[in-house]
């Protein structure tokens, strides 16, 4: 483990390998928004009997719902089937002309869950989302510039821990903008819950890697920057490690016997959890020597024609 600084380029192609289609697919696809964002109706509902999402959505269409989506979920005690519909109008008796429908077509069932928000809102909650994680990287940004402020460069240590979270962000909404193309995944408002929380965990993991780093480098502990923090990473490297694996194996237990309300949540934090552990250990700290040795900036001038 005394030679990861070396190794940094490799380190950065895994990186760009693991994003990259990811940010081809929320390019060209985007994110496949749930209600909480877009406004309508989503319904969960329990069969006992045997259905099908074809089934369901036959009878949405024969009432007038062509815009609306149905798929399977995993349900506790019987068949779930979410169904996912403009705005059913409060007071009227679209819902019980629905279930009617369903019922006399399909057979019986529970009404597990129903929510419905409006567009007005959907879009609000969109907006705020955005605002939360700018907030939260400006504050990152200016916090860690201030605690390093002994440093030479303070507001480096900032900049790095800022791509590492950016990182760590990007894979994941990448990751789920396929899963919308291929599985119909869809985010809601405890995506944004998971995405402000990744950030968290990857900053923290990456402050206690350049905490060590700063120590270090007042001790003198090797004779070259890309030498210390090598040293660094040794030391932090199995508590990073240790760390991450007991939150991944909480969250995988979850994931696996949690409800299916949360799964995606979980998904999320388990995806960051992961991607916030390699980027602290293989970009951030690897970004701060490719800095140091003028990596960076030669890679700069090249792109500039300064070069």
């Known amino acids: 483990m005394e030679h990861l600084a070396s190794k940094r380029r490799l380190w950065f192609t895994i990186s760009l ?21 877009t406004g309508g109706t989503q ?3 329990r069969f006992d009997q045997p259905v099908n999402t074809e089934q369901i959505s036959g009878v949405l269409d024969g009432q007038g719902y062509d815009s609306a989506s149905a798929q399977t979920v995993q349900v506790d005690g019987g068949n779930g089937i979410q169904i996912r519909m403009p705005e059913l109008g409060e ?23 129903i929510n419905t928000i409006g567009a007005s809102v959907g879009n609000a909650i969109r907006d705020r989302a955005f605002v939360a994680v700018g907030l939260a990287s400006v504050g990152i940004l200016l916090f860690i510039g201030w605690a390093f402020r002994n440093t030479q460069n303070p507001w480096l240590y900032g900049t790095c821990a800022i791509v590492a979270m950016l990182h760590d962000v990007l894979l994941v909404l990448g990751i789920f903008s396929i899963l919308g193309v291929v599985a119909d995944v869809e985010i809601d408002a405890l995506f944004v819950t998971a995405l402000l929380t990744i950030i968290g965990f990857s900053v923290h ?9 700063r120590e270090n480098l007042a001790r003198h502990a090797a004779p070259t920057f890309e030498g210390v923090v090598d040293y660094s990473l040794a030391q932090t490297l199995v508590r990073s490690l240790n760390t991450s694996l007991t939150v991944v194996l909480t969250l995988l237990a979850l994931y696996l016997f949690g409800g299916s309300s949360t799964r995606n949540f979980v998904l999320a934090l388990l995806l960051g959890v992961v991607s916030g552990t390699y980027s602290s250990i ?15 900036q030669r890679l700069f ?4 024609g300064r070069g």
């Open 17 to 37: 390998i693991a994003i990259v289609p990811g940010l081809i697919s929320l390019i060209f696809f985007g994110l496949k928004q749930g209600i909480d964002f």
């Open 91 to 113: 007071g009227s008796t679209d819902k019980a002309d629905l279930y009617a429908a369903i019922n006399g077509e399909i057979g019986t069932f529970t009404e597990l869950e």
């Open 301 to 304: 001038g090249r792109l500039t």
């Open 43 to 45: 319904i969960l509902l």
């Open 205 to 213: 993991d990456t402050i206690v890697v350049f905490d060590r780093i």
């Open 282 to 296: 293989f970009n951030a700290s690897q970004l701060l020597v490719a800095w140091e040795t003028g990596e960076i």
